[in-house]
């Protein structure tokens, strides 16, 4: 099991950046493909982005060319670094952990992560 720890959520204004952190603890960080979550109010949970063992991404359509993964084994933390945030973007972000053989794939389907922070809320406002 690994502790997943977010932070860097915040308030900002339409057009604006953020860069989310999640930092872990626990177990041997590169072992675990890592995913970006989030969920707004009164909807499921959905995908944001991946970052497999060996630093391949995949993102959902609507954050393409916005937003970007990261990791830093080194450091047991993968960062989304959010650009040009939209008020559809509000929602509570969460990362999560999978341990895992494969250096390519991470899943998209939040059923697949094991590990789950506690979240942290990004508000974009117009």
């Known amino acids: 099991q690994v502790q997943l720890v977010e932070s860097g959520g915040a308030l900002v204004q339409a057009g604006g950046s953020l860069r989310l952190s999640c930092a872990a603890s626990?177990?041997?960080?590169?072992?675990?493909?890592m995913g970006w979550f989030r969920q707004a109010p009164g909807k499921e949970r959905e995908f944001v982005a991946t970052?497999?063992?060996?630093?391949?991404?995949v993102y959902t359509d609507s954050v393409k060319g916005r937003f970007t993964v990261s990791r830093d084994n080194a450091k047991s933390t993968v960062y989304l670094q959010m650009n040009s945030l939209k008020p559809e973007d509000t929602a509570v972000y969460y990362c999560a952990a999978r341990m895992t053989d494969s250096l390519y794939i991470a899943p998209r389907v939040a059923s697949a992560y094991t590990d789950w922070g506690q979240g942290t809320q990004v508000t974009v406002s117009s």
């Open positions: 970052v497999s063992r060996g630093g391949s991404t």
């Open positions: 626990g177990r041997t960080f590169s072992s675990y493909a």
